[in-house]
Every structure is written in C-alpha cells, then in structure tokens.
C-alpha cells in the first residue's frame, strides 16, 4: 500500500477567513544514522520535500531531514480567498512519492 | 480475583440434576473457595488507566484524533477492513459489513475462547484465524503493518467502553495460567510484573513513572519507538527489562497474560489508539 497520510482541511470557510490545514504521513523518517541487527548502517529515508498547493499556486514548502520525526504531522495557516483544492505532494528518498486533495468551499 | 458470578452461573443449573451432579457442583463450589482463598490479594482501588501517568503533553497528543499518530494505522486499518484478500475474494466487510457497528463493544471483550476450536484468542489471533478459515489467505506475522493495522482499527470500535473480560469456566485454565506468569518471577533481575506494576505503581523508575500495566490502550503509538505496537510488544520489553526469556510475540503464554491482565483492567475504557512514551 503506498504512503498513507490523513489531512484536516475545512470543508467550509468564509473569505478572508485564516484556516488551520494540518498533514500527518505514516513513514518511518529514517535517520540514517541507526544500525540494523547486525551492525550495518541502516539507508536514510526521510520525506525530503513537501508541498502543498492551493488552486495550483503553492502556498507551503517543507523540507525535512533526520531530526524529523517518524509520522510527522504539520500544521500551517492559509487565508481562504477563493474556493479550489488543496493538492499535497510529497517524495522521501527512495523515490517515493505520495499524493493527497482536499476541497475547501469559501463563501461570502 | 474469582467474580461472584462465576459461582452464581454454577446455582443456575437446572433444578433436575441429579444427586451426583449435585454433589459435583457442591464441591467445585468449595474449590472455588478455596481457589479465591489463595488467591486472597490485598483489595485493589479502582484501576487507573496508564493514560493518567503520562504527562500533559501525552495526553493531549492522545485526545487529538487528528494528532494522534495511532490514527494513521486506524485509517490504514479502515482501508484494509474493505479490499478483498486470499482465493476466498472476501473483504473483512464482506461478512462483518460495517465496522463501526460490528465491531462495537468486541475489544473489550477480548481475548476469548474461539467457540471451535476451544483456544484462547486475541484480537490478532481472531483476525489471523478469519484470514486463514474464511478469506484463504494465511496468517498475518505478528507486529506486521497489516495486522496492526486491522487489529487497531477493529479495537477502535470499542473505544470509550469499559472491559469486561469474563472470567468464566471455558477460560478459567488460560486465566490462572496469566495470573501465575503475573506472580511469578523471573529472568536475572527475579522480578514478576506484581513488583513493579501493583507494588510500585505510581513511582518513579528513572525518569518513567510506573504504570499499573493495563492493556486497555492496545495497540498504542509508543513515542519510544516511533511506531505502533502491541500489547504483546510491550509485553516482551518487559520480560526484557528483567532480563528474563522472552516469549513469541502470540504465544499461549502471553495470551494468558493478556486474559489476566484484562481482567485485572475491568471497567476501564478503552483507549484504541493509545499514546504512550
């Protein structure tokens, strides 16, 4: 099963409103820096970079290293201008890649 | 501790039974006593939850369902709970349906007596004997992804029910078995659980405050190792900590444990997807 992430996005806001839009990613934020059982160095493996557009403009940027922990969760505000979708995406460093939407309807 | 009940369920037999039957009962009764005689423990105060060792900022990462790490294997467990799995073709939901309704109420009663095969089973037991009888798709290892996930998810249900595992005649075996690996002690420290989780509960071991060692939050995300686990994993790094032999994760030996201590969390709620340090 690929990268499992839940996100909190609003599903509703009026405009001009500033939200709270929170991501937690089920992954193992590999430090590098571990040994395995048998003493051998254990490859690092973190989600190196993620983002979060909204209505294709990017309004969020991580970038992460070993001093995250594993599942992070994060939290950052956005003003609520117009209705749209909020895409994340993210890659770790073995290449992999996950995705996740949400839709958010702004009123007055 | 022998419930009332147990010896309650004994007088509701039939009033037909014959003499020797009579005589039976009569005297199981007063092995029952005696039973609770030696098992006299000091009376214990209503059990506290190791929710309320655990320091402010535990607590509260525990009561956010959106920052509880823990839920990120509930909602892993909810997609599982739907995708069909072995050469059956079935889902969990193609016969229990809903979770949320079927599954309410069904952790707090665990472990219990498979009705077939007459083994003591938890909740990881149950979903790997369904995968094995029912979807023909083989056990799942203990402490995988999948089965972590799918036990949270199922013990999830229960959430905010009290436990009330029942002590009854089917069970009472694996229940004295638990009950003696809790006294018993063991490994190079010859500790048995009692020292610390019912003698010392409350105080200091190093910078940890000793728990009473229920079960109720299981499986817990456990900060200490950055992932989910189960009652069986943190049950290992017990006999660990005392330097004693560790059972296999699943084991007749800690499925008993499991019983006894449930038995011992009667009436507290359960806490699916715990957070511990």
């Given at each position: 099963m690929s990268m499992l992430a839940r996100i909190q996005v609003p599903a509703q806001a009026r405009r001009g409103d500033i939200i709270p839009?929170?991501?937690?990613?089920?992954?193992?934020?590999?430090?590098g820096y571990r040994p395995d059982n048998f003493g051998r160095r254990i490859t690092k493996n973190v989600i190196n970079t993620l983002t979060c557009r909204y209505n294709g403009v990017e309004v969020f940027r991580a970038e992460m290293?070993?001093?995250?922990?594993?599942?992070?969760?994060?939290?950052f505000y956005v003003r609520a201008d117009s209705s749209g979708e909020f895409v994340f995406d993210w890659v770790d460093d073995s290449g992999e890649r996950g995705s996740e939407r949400a839709a958010l309807a702004v009123s007055g | 501790m022998i419930p009332a009940n147990a010896a309650a369920n004994a007088l509701r037999w039939p009033s037909a039974v014959d003499c020797g039957v009579r005589k039976l009962l009569v005297s199981f009764?007063?092995?029952?006593?005696?039973?609770?005689?030696?098992?006299?423990?000091?009376?214990?105060?209503q059990p506290k939850s190791g929710l309320s060792y655990a320091g402010a900022d535990v607590r509260a990462l525990q009561a956010d369902d959106f920052g509880n790490p823990g839920m990120l294997w509930v909602a892993r467990g909810e997609k599982l709970w739907n995708i069909p799995t072995g050469r059956s073709g079935k889902s969990c939901a193609s016969c229990h349906r809903?979770?949320?309704?079927?599954?309410?109420?069904?952790?707090?009663?665990?472990?219990?007596?498979?009705?077939?095969?007459?083994?003591?089973?938890?909740?990881?037991?149950?979903?790997?004997?369904?995968?094995?009888r029912h979807q023909e798709a083989g056990a799942l290892a203990y402490e995988s992804e999948e089965l972590l996930a799918?036990?949270?998810?199922?013990?999830?249900?229960?959430?905010?029910?009290?436990?009330q595992a029942e002590i009854n005649e089917a069970n009472r075996a694996h229940f004295e078995r638990g009950r003696e690996t809790y006294y018993r002690r063991q490994g190079q420290m010859n500790l048995a659980c009692t020292h610390c989780h019912e003698r010392n509960a409350g105080r200091k071991l190093l910078a940890d405050t000793i728990s009473e060692g229920h079960?109720?939050?299981?499986?817990?995300?456990?900060?200490?190792?950055?992932?989910?686990?189960?009652?069986?994993?943190?049950?290992r790094a017990c006999y660990f900590g005392v330097r004693a032999e560790q059972p296999a994760a699943g084991s007749a030996e800690l499925v008993d444990l499991e019983l006894y201590l449930a038995s011992r969390a009667r009436g507290l709620p359960v806490e699916t997807p715990g957070v511990r340090r």
């Open positions: 839009i929170r991501i937690a990613i089920q992954h193992p934020m590999e430090t290293g070993s001093g995250v922990s594993a599942n992070p969760q994060l939290q | 009764c007063g092995l029952l006593l005696a039973v609770n005689a030696v098992a006299a423990e000091p009376p214990r105060p809903e979770a949320p309704a079927s599954m309410k109420g069904v952790a707090a009663r665990y472990p219990r007596i498979d009705a077939g095969d007459k083994t003591l089973l938890n909740i990881e037991g149950r979903i790997n004997q369904c995968r094995e799918l036990t949270a998810y199922a013990a999830h249900q229960s959430r905010h029910l009290p436990v079960g109720n939050a299981y499986p817990v995300y456990r900060l200490e190792w950055q992932s989910a686990g189960s009652l069986h994993r943190r049950l």
